[in-house]
């Protein structure tokens, strides 16, 4: 699905060097990697506030702490995205409130969000899934509306850039009162262990969840609020500098892996490529089709046959994990998100996908999937 040892062979010189830095100074933790990464992708993202945090899930639990929410308070957060934005609310004693998705996007949709808010709702957490930005013009209107925060899960979607009704352009994670990323390996800006960080313009916000992310400490050894220990370490912050200079490429190298894929399969009636909202641009952390009338389970037997690694990204909708039970929902409430569980499939999508590959992979996917 990706390939890391090819990147990690072109940049192998930057890399060895910037982790060689931190061994040679000990600065293992706060080092200055870590406040030059900060500075680098705050101007990278034209956001006031980078905080770094030690792993995307800490990024959005911390996000939610700075809210001064309190147990029972409603978050609303998409049905079909990955375990960690719904896990943090449930941990805090928040109340996730499940929304179903556009078929279309797979998405958050706003209208689902707009028909589940209450008195109690206090907050929306949209995922900018597979690398697009969720329906954010109407997601920061309904906030506006109701007094809402927005904490945008953006840990698939960093560089993504959504351009608002009146022509302003922002970049994914900084629309909302607060934005959260994750550097794991696989993701599109990522590093060779967990981190994370978070976004926001707000200074206020900024300078609580700093101190939470650092056991709630302003001044050294006085703890004014109950805080985590969460940081991204030098080591990974020398990783993240050099990447992130090859971020804008390594985007443009997705993109043309996406087309590549788009117009291999445009054709075949049997599967809906992604959809491009014109609003949003992609930066395809997944590329993921929509089956039609195939049996994805043997379609993934046959591609691994033949070499090809295939995931599903997401397999089971929130409202229907074990751990997630709740009287509110049951089978059937969310159509579309538990159409998408059983009909998407997540096809290789990395920044070193070569046009043998590509063609080999689009030639044998439109083999088994055509009558042809
Ligand atoms: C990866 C991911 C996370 C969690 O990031 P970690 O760094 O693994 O904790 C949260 N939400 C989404 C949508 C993700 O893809």
Sequence with gaps: MVDLQTQYQQIKPEIDNAIQQVID??????????????????KWLSVKNVITT??????LQIALMALGLKQGDEVITPDFTFIATAEVVALLGLTPVVVDVDERTMNMS????????????????????????????????????????????????????YTFADGR???????????????????????????????????????????????????RYHHDMIGVNSRLDSIQAAV????????DDYIQSRRQAADCYDKAFAHNPNIKIPFRDPNSTHVFHQYTIQLNGIDRDILRQKLAEAGIPAMVYYPVPLHLQKAYQ????????????EHLAQCVLS??????????????????????TTNR
Excluded: W
């Design 326 to 337: 709740d009287p509110r929902y049951k089978e059937g409430d969310f159509p579309v998100s």
């Design 347 to 368: 096809l290789p999508m990395h920044t070193c996908l070569t046009e043998e590959q590509l063609q080999y992979i689009t030639r044998t996917v439109n083999q088994l």
């Design 54 to 59: 030690g792993n995307g899930t800490d990024a």
């Design 240 to 247: 993240l500098n050099v990447k992130l200079q090859h971020l």
């Design 110 to 161: 706003a209208e689902a969000v707009s028909r589940a808010i209450t008195p109690k709702t206090k907050a929306i957490v949209p995922v900018h899934l597979f690398g697009q930005c969720a329906d954010m013009q109407a997601i920061m209107q309904l906030a506006e509306q109701h007094h809402l925060y927005v904490v945008e899960d953006a840990c698939q979607a960093i560089g993504a850039e």
């Design 25 to 42: 100074n000990a600065t293992f933790i706060k080092g200055p990697q870590v406040s030059d990464f900060t500075a680098h992708l705050a």
């Design 169 to 219: 352009t922002e970049k994914a994670g900084c629309m909302g009162h607060i934005g959260c990323t994750s550097f794991f390996p696989s993701k599109n800006l990522g590093c060779y262990g967990d981190g994370g960080a978070i976004f926001t313009n707000d200074d206020e916000l900024a300078a609580r969840m700093r101190a939470i992310a650092n056991h709630g400490m302003v001044v």
